[in-house]
């Protein structure tokens, strides 16, 4: 019984010997440990190296890793520092600070001038214009203006009785006689009238003649009633603004514009 045991272990033994050696082959392809450990060294292609060149192939590995991280750690810094920025940022951002350049009719007009008014006209602009609540941005300004009713030929003021009356005498000599010595308080006193007329060309005509006849000191004045009239100035208003000012002064007379400073 004991041999039976002892043959028994020799022979599981040895049997586990060569199955671990490979001596009964492998389930997929039936080859043995030698065959297969020489297929895969390939001995034929295999190269013995020394120490020193083994030291340099590692060195030349490490340097190759260490450039392949810079690298990569490099395009990963650019590209987190650049940032896209939509082409239209620009144009946003200069609409958003100045909401008239996005808005050309919302751009303000330096000065603009409308005008002339007189006395009653300009109380109903005033009326009109006090909707608009413009404040500073209106002013009006007044002025002397004479209304023209006719056209005075005369030799200006000599300036006392006697000077006027030797220019008289002058004229009497020059053939001249239709004239008359202007008396009175006013700025043409001792001034010498040649003559009144309704129109300017009547006046013209009758210079003309004195000419003719020598005398080179006769003047045209213009004659009538001294009157004051307005016209009002809009600063920095926006073209909308503008229009609905225009629109008030037609409703109310004749009128001009004109740009001013």
């Given at each position: 019984?004991?041999?039976?045991?002892?043959?028994?272990?020799?022979?599981?033994?040895?049997?586990?010997?060569?199955?671990?050696?490979?001596?009964?082959?492998?389930?997929?392809?039936?080859?043995?440990?030698?065959?297969?450990?020489?297929?895969?060294?390939?001995?034929?292609?295999?190269?013995?190296?020394?120490?020193?060149?083994?030291?340099?192939?590692?060195?030349?590995?490490?340097?190759?890793?260490?450039?392949?991280?810079?690298?990569?750690?490099?395009?990963?810094?650019?590209?987190?520092?650049?940032?896209?920025?939509?082409?239209?940022?620009?144009?946003?951002?200069?609409?958003?600070?100045?909401?008239?350049?996005?808005?050309?009719?919302?751009?303000?007009?330096?000065?603009?001038?409308?005008?002339?008014?007189?006395?009653?006209?300009?109380?109903?602009?005033d009326t009109r214009l006090a909707a608009l609540e413009l404040?500073?941005?209106?002013?009006?300004?007044?002025?002397?203006e004479q209304d023209v009713s006719s056209f005075l030929v005369?030799?200006?003021?000599?300036?006392?009785?006697?000077?006027?009356?030797?220019?008289?005498?002058?004229?009497?000599?020059?053939?001249?006689?239709?004239?008359?010595?202007?008396?009175?308080?006013?700025?043409?006193?001792?001034?010498?009238?040649?003559?009144?007329?309704?129109?300017?060309?009547?006046?013209?005509?009758?210079?003309?003649?004195?000419?003719?006849?020598?005398?080179?000191?006769?003047?045209?004045?213009?004659?009538?009633?001294?009157?004051t009239v307005y016209t009002y100035r809009f600063r920095d208003?926006?073209?909308?603004?503008?229009?609905?000012?225009?629109?008030?002064?037609?409703?109310?007379?004749?009128?001009?514009?004109?740009?001013?400073?």
């Open positions: 019984m004991l041999r039976f045991a002892f043959w028994t272990l020799l022979v599981l033994n040895g049997a586990v010997y060569a199955y671990s050696h490979g001596y009964f082959g492998t389930a997929s392809g039936g080859e043995h440990e030698p065959e297969r450990l020489k297929r895969q060294f390939n001995t034929a292609k295999m190269t013995m190296l020394t120490n020193a060149q083994a030291d340099a192939m590692a060195r030349q590995a490490s340097a190759s890793a260490a450039s392949a991280s810079g690298a990569s750690t490099t395009e990963t810094a650019g590209a987190a520092a650049v940032v896209p920025v939509p082409a239209t940022a620009p144009a946003a951002a200069a609409a958003g600070a100045n909401p008239a350049a996005a808005d050309p009719a919302a751009a303000a007009i330096a000065c603009t001038e409308i005008g002339t008014f007189d006395a009653s006209e300009a109380r109903r602009f404040g500073d941005k209106q002013s009006r300004q007044a002025q002397q005369n030799i200006p003021p000599q300036g006392s009785k006697e000077a006027a009356d030797r220019k008289a005498d002058e004229l009497r000599n020059l053939g001249v006689t239709d004239f008359y010595v202007l008396q009175g308080d006013s700025p043409l006193k001792y001034a010498l009238s040649l003559g009144v007329f309704k129109t300017e060309s009547g006046a013209q005509a009758r210079l003309a003649q004195l000419n003719k006849q020598g005398v080179r000191t006769a003047r045209i004045t213009p004659r009538g009633p001294q009157t208003v926006t073209e909308p603004v503008r229009a609905r000012i225009v629109a008030l002064a037609g409703a109310i007379g004749t009128f001009e514009t004109h740009s001013c400073r």
